[in-house]
């Protein structure tokens, strides 16, 4: 039995093509991009090129772009300089963020560095903007929000720009989670009033342990990571150069496909709702699924019985992985807190199926089958 794998917004397989862009610097090019002899000057040049190739892809400058350990480093770097750097003493942020912002948050909450306000929700998992406006307004202090651009639970999308706007129009800094959707959808950061976004190589089929913080050439922070001179002196440490490689290669190759495999993978999901509609009764649809929505990321609620509530167990014996609302926080006990703040129903089982550009239609009949028996 094939391995069926209903969990890409936990992580992708690696695109065979990112493989050989990275095997050079895996093998013969090994050099220290910091040496000065002909190795290190090579090592070095491929850095800047794919420096050149995500800040083209994202309309952001060249200097605009650091390369990270992936989505958390960048997220708790932002939080924390606008923090410590640029004099923020007010967060703003919701309760459906990736845990590397809200740990971030309350960890600067706990030192006395900075208050937190927590934005309200719409009965759709939808970010409040009009609360988020009242907040703003309502701040005397210098401010930082913190909002994810899709919400790698539910799927729900924020209005980036009219969120971006509010904080323009009130003074306050923005930083976006941007995991879900670099590499998903196209960007064009010139045009777009954010002040930080992140990127993670693994979400498009890149390399695990790379990642990419975009600051706003306007802003001017220290480095999170001290040491060396590396990334512009924003982040020292000898840069892991075939991840880097390997990120810059996903982006492209994944930006060539947006259209036509965003259709595809839409398609796929909109054939799951549509299939377990139809067979399997009394399930819901988590967040915005139809309207503002990740096309890659479904989430359902199962009534919970004694059979369902070992639903994710049985569909790994099955060979089928999901998550239960995300890969971060299954198999803890606590469940999940995007589902609790949404969607608080103790007789529910949620389950997140994400989906790529490898699932097929098939897939998803075999799971409504084994899912027939299992409830």
Known sequence: ????????????????????????????????????????????????????????ILNAHPAEIFFTSGGTESSNTAISAAVRDLGCTHIITSPLEHHATLHTVEHLHKTGEASVSYVELLPDGHIDLEDLKHKLAGSAEKTIVSLMHAN?????????????????????????????????FPFDLRNTPVHFVTGAGHKFHGPKGVGLLYINENVKINPFIHGGSQERNMRAGTENLYGIVGFARALELATAGFEEEGAYIKGIKVYMMEQLKKNVKGIAFNGDALGRSLYTVLSVSFPKTEKSEMLLFNLDINHICASGGSACTSGAEQGSHVIRAINNNPNQVTVRFSFSKHNTKDEVDYLVEKLKEMI
Do not use: W
């Open 1 to 56: 039995m094939e391995r069926i794998y209903f969990d890409n917004a936990a992580t992708t397989p690696l695109d065979p093509k990112v493989l050989e862009s990275m095997m050079p610097y895996l093998t013969e090019k090994f050099g220290n991009p910091s040496s000065i002899y002909s190795y290190g000057r090579e090592s070095r040049l491929a850095i800047e090129n794919a420096r050149k190739s995500v800040a083209k």
């Open 152 to 184: 790698n639970e539910i799927g729900n999308m924020l209005d980036i720009h009219a969120v971006g706007e509010l904080c323009k129009l009130y003074g306050a800094y923005f930083h976006s989670d941007t995991v879900q959707t670099v590499g998903h």
